[in-house]
T-cell receptor, first 113, second 113 residues
Framework: SQQGEEDPQALSIQEGENATMNCSYK?????LQWYRQNSGRGLVHLIL?????REKHSGRLRVTLDTSKKSSSLLITASRAADTASYFC?????????????FGQGTILTVHP | SQTIHQWPATLVQPVGSPLSLECTVE??????LYWYRQAAGRGLQLLFY??????ISSEVPQNLSASRPQDRQFILSSKKLLLSDSGFYLC????????????FGPGTRLTVL
C-alpha cells in the first residue's frame, strides 16, 4: 500500500485564498518531500523536510511535519491560477533504501482566477 | 546543470509488441536512477531502481524489465506488452546522498491497444 496518503483528493479554491493539503504516512521516515505535477508533465520537487524538523518555508510554501502523528501538511498562501496542479507527498525511509521514495495518491488543486 | 531526457514522449503499441523506453541524464555522474509508472494521473508506483551500472532492483513483479548499460542511461523494456502496461512512465534520478530529492524527466505516455 502507499506510504503517503494525501487529503483531500481534490481541492478547488479562488485565487488569493490559501490551500492546505495533508499527508499521512505509516512507517518511520528520514525525510518527507512534496512534489508538484502539472497535467501530463513530470514531477517537480518543491520542498524537503527532515524528520528532526517541524516546519519549513520556501516562498509561498509552508510545510509542517508531525512525526508523532506521522503526518505533514503543505500550505500554499495567496494562491494563483498557475498553482493549479497535482501535489504529491513522498517519504524517504533512509537507511539502505537507496533514496527510494514512496508517493501518495496526490491532491488535485484547482485555483480559479 | 543537470538534465534528464526521456523518449519517446508518446507511444501507441499493439498488445504483444516489444517495448523500449530510454532515459538519459546529463551533468552528473553515478546517479541513482528510477522508473515509475503513473496510472490515471494519480500516485506513482516505483517499478525499478538502480544505484550503479548493471545493478537493477525490481520493486514489483511485472511484465517489464530494466537495464542500465551505461552510467547515465536507464532503459525500460518489455518483450510482449499487455493492455495493463498502458500508463505514464517517468524516469527520475537522484544524487544518492542521504537527503536527496529526485529529479524527473518529462515522461512517456504509453497506450497499448
Amino acid at each position: 500500500s502507499q506510504q503517503g496518503e494525501e487529503d483531500p483528493q481534490a481541492l478547488s479554491i479562488q485565487e488569493g485564498e490559501n490551500a492546505t493539503m495533508n499527508c499521512s504516512y505509516k512507517t518511520s521516515i528520514n525525510n518527507l518531500q512534496w512534489y508538484r505535477q502539472n497535467s501530463g508533465r513530470g514531477l517537480v520537487h518543491l520542498i524537503l523536510i527532515r524528520s528532526n524538523e517541524r516546519e519549513k518555508h520556501s516562498g509561498r510554501l509552508r510545510v509542517t511535519l508531525d512525526t508523532s502523528k506521522k503526518s505533514s501538511s503543505l500550505l500554499i498562501t495567496a494562491s494563483r491560477a498557475a498553482d493549479t496542479a497535482s501535489y504529491f507527498c513522498a517519504t524517504n525511509a533512509g537507511g539502505t533504501s537507496y533514496g527510494k521514495l514512496t508517493f501518495g495518491q496526490g491532491t488535485i488543486l484547482t485555483v480559479h482566477p | 546543470s543537470q538534465t534528464i531526457h526521456q523518449w519517446p514522449a508518446t507511444l501507441v503499441q499493439p498488445v504483444g509488441s516489444p517495448l523500449s523506453l530510454e532515459c538519459t541524464v546529463e551533468g552528473t555522474s553515478n546517479p541513482n536512477l528510477y522508473w515509475y509508472r503513473q496510472a490515471a494521473g494519480r500516485g506513482l508506483q516505483l517499478l525499478f531502481y538502480s544505484v550503479g551500472i548493471g545493478q537493477i532492483s525490481s520493486e514489483v513483479p511485472q511484465n517489464l524489465s530494466a537495464s542500465r548499460p551505461q552510467d547515465r542511461q536507464f532503459i525500460l523494456s518489455s518483450k510482449k506488452l499487455l493492455l495493463s502496461d498502458s500508463g505514464f512512465y517517468l524516469c527520475a534520478w537522484s544524487s544518492g546522498l542521504l537527503d536527496n530529492e529526485q529529479f524527473f524527466g518529462p515522461g512517456t505516455r504509453l497506450t497499448v491497444l
